[in-house]
T-cell receptor
Framework: GDSVTQMEGPVTLSEEAFLTINCTYTATGYPSLFWYVQYPGEGLQLLLKATKADDKGSNKGFEATYRKETTSFHLEKGSVQVSDSAVYFCALKSYTGRRALTFGSGTRLQVQP | GAVVSQHPSRVICKSGTSVKIECRSLDFQATTMFWYRQFPKKSLMLMATSNEGSKATYEQGVEKDKFLINHASLTLSTLTVTSAHPEDSSFYIC?????????????FGPGTRLTVT
């Protein structure tokens, strides 16, 4: 079945550091890929998405590229801020079988001033 | 973006009692809502898909008689945990789907922390 694997957290960085959160997936067919962010006390919010191979999703300085050959969708940001502290979830939506999202376990990011 | 609310945000109940959790789409109508369960340091696990006006579709391994889902209107879905036990303690998250076929978006509620003593 479909699955998503994320790097374990927490990830602790200093402000303005470079961020990478790894995400790899297993799915049949060609899924759509997503990154969601959950700020403390809030619901998950869509951060960015990519629907086909080599697509790059981007938002708020975050980027992720859909790499079919490595089945990866790593999240990157060149310079993190304290306000980026949150839990980040990688997810996929397959177009075979069920249509709901399959999530990774989430990675907590802590950015220190 | 669209807003989804959940109530209550936290609930503590005694073993053997039932608890109802509400999920509302505040500024849009949702024919489909999803209920997820999140264990500590684990991913969100889909429990069931709730369709307005029809029976929910449960994922394999989820007891439909224990986790009752009602989607009586286009803005409200409820999850009732019946005869709760300590192992039901978890974080429950709903989401509402909006959009056209092929371009759906999911909007998530803030979650409900259930503790069964």
């Amino acid at each position: 079945g479909d699955s998503v694997t994320q790097m374990e957290g927490p990830v602790t960085l200093s402000e303005e550091a470079f961020l990478t959160i790894n995400c790899t997936y297993t799915a049949t067919g060609y899924p759509s890929l997503f990154w969601y962010v959950q700020y403390p006390g809030e619901g998950l919010q869509l951060l960015l998405k990519a629907t086909k191979a080599d697509d790059k999703g981007s938002n708020k300085g975050f980027e992720a590229t859909y790499r079919k050959e490595t089945t990866s969708f790593h999240l990157e940001k060149g310079s993190v801020q304290v306000s980026d502290s949150a839990v980040y979830f990688c997810a996929l939506k397959s177009y075979t079988g069920r249509r709901a999202l399959t999530f990774g376990s989430g990675t907590r990011l802590q950015v220190q001033p | 973006g669209a807003v989804v609310s959940q109530h209550p945000s936290r609930v503590i109940c005694k073993s053997g009692t039932s608890v109802k959790i509400e999920c509302r789409s505040l500024d849009f109508q949702a024919t489909t809502m999803f209920w997820y369960r999140q264990f500590p340091k684990k991913s969100l696990m889909l429990m069931a898909t709730s369709n307005e006006g029809s029976k929910a579709t449960y994922e394999q391994g989820v007891e439909k008689d224990k986790f009752l889902i009602n989607h009586a209107s286009l803005t409200l879905s409820t999850l009732t945990v019946t005869s709760a036990h300590p192992e039901d303690s978890s974080f429950y998250i709903c989401s509402a789907r909006v959009g056209l076929a092929g371009s759906y978006e999911q909007y998530f509620g803030p979650g409900t922390r259930l503790t069964v003593t």
